[in-house]
């Protein structure tokens, strides 16, 4: 697991309120941007799965799976090479 890089996946989720609003209000209403950082421990078709933490014995936290079709992008920030160097 730490060999992997740290990952930024970016995907839309949906929203909602539990006030009232206007109907303009709700027609207007727009999916979530979010933004998940972590390591990927799961990928296939449907789903992406990123865990921001771990406890350096096979358990990992802080654990999201995300719908492939809701994914923008995802983008490395942290490769395995430069993560044991200083900055």
Known sequence: F???????VRWRDA?????WLS????????LTHC???GR???VDRE???VAGSHDGEGSVGDFTVIPMVLV????????CESEGSAT
């Open 15 to 19: 929203a909602g309120k539990g006030a």
């Open 23 to 30: 109907l303009a209000d709700a027609q207007a209403t727009e």
């Open 72 to 79: 923008l992008d995802v983008q490395t920030v942290l490769s």
């Open 35 to 37: 933004e998940t950082v």
């Open 40 to 42: 990927i421990v799961r």
């Open 2 to 8: 730490i060999a992997q890089p740290v990952m930024r």
């Open 47 to 49: 789903v992406i799965a």
